[in-house]
């Protein structure tokens, strides 16, 4: 476990932001994001909490799962340093080219929330490595977790532009650190 650190702090801001959510502390209106929430009433600071914000139990085990699985490897792989850059990075580049896209598509008020975005940024990091080392060869350890992702994106009240603008920022970031 002191090799994946970030990782599990992660984790547990996630859950400590849920139970004050739960315990009714704090308001999960008050960390969500959109389009007019962050640009129209200037509340920047949504950008970072909607990531952090879960209110239904189920969310938060999916995403903490996911979380703990990619984090894990990525920190391992990356360090803890680039981990960190790889997640914060793709969280804010994704949820602000998904707020770009959503704008351009005339919804400015659909609310975001959870960690899903940046986990599929570490998602891309994953990707990029495994595509690093086998080639199309490791297409096989790509198909599920890219299944998945696709399949999650699609349901209802999911914010899909979220998780694949967020994954290719985390393949710029991942590029990047491949270049230097």
């Known amino acids: 476990m002191r090799y994946h650190i970030c990782t599990v702090v992660l984790?547990?801001?996630?859950?400590?932001v849920f139970m004050a959510i739960r315990a009714g502390?704090?308001?999960?209106?008050?960390?969500?994001?959109?389009?007019h929430l962050v640009f129209n009433r200037k509340e920047y600071r949504r950008i970072l909490t909607s990531a952090f914000t879960h209110v239904d139990p189920m969310h938060l085990l999916m995403n903490m799962v996911?979380?703990?699985?990619?984090?894990?490897?990525?920190?391992?792989?990356?360090?803890?340093?680039?981990?960190l850059v790889?997640?914060?990075?793709?969280?804010?580049?994704?949820?602000?080219?998904?707020?770009?896209i959503r704008h351009n598509n005339h919804d400015?008020?659909?609310?975001?929330?959870?960690?899903?975005?940046?986990?599929?940024?570490?998602?891309?990091?994953?990707?990029?490595v495994i595509l690093h080392y086998y080639g199309f060869g490791g297409i096989s350890y790509?198909?599920?977790?890219?299944?998945?992702?696709?399949?999650?994106s699609i349901m209802p009240g999911v914010?899909?532009?979220?998780?694949?603008?967020?994954?290719?920022?985390?393949?710029?970031?991942?590029?990047?650190f491949f270049l230097f």
């Open 25 to 35: 502390r704090l308001d999960p209106d008050d960390l969500g994001m959109s389009y």
């Open 142 to 152: 790509l198909s599920r977790p890219l299944i998945s992702l696709v399949m999650i």
């Open 11 to 16: 984790i547990f801001i996630n859950v400590i």
């Open 66 to 83: 996911s979380l703990y699985n990619v984090g894990s490897f990525v920190e391992s792989y990356f360090g803890r340093g680039r981990m």
């Open 159 to 176: 914010d899909g532009t979220s998780h694949f603008s967020c994954m290719a920022a985390g393949m710029a970031v991942t590029w990047l």
């Open 108 to 128: 400015d008020y659909t609310v975001s929330i959870g960690a899903s975005g940046a986990i599929s940024g570490l998602l891309g990091a994953y990707f990029l």
């Open 86 to 100: 790889i997640y914060f990075v793709s969280l804010i580049l994704g949820k602000l080219l998904s707020m770009y």
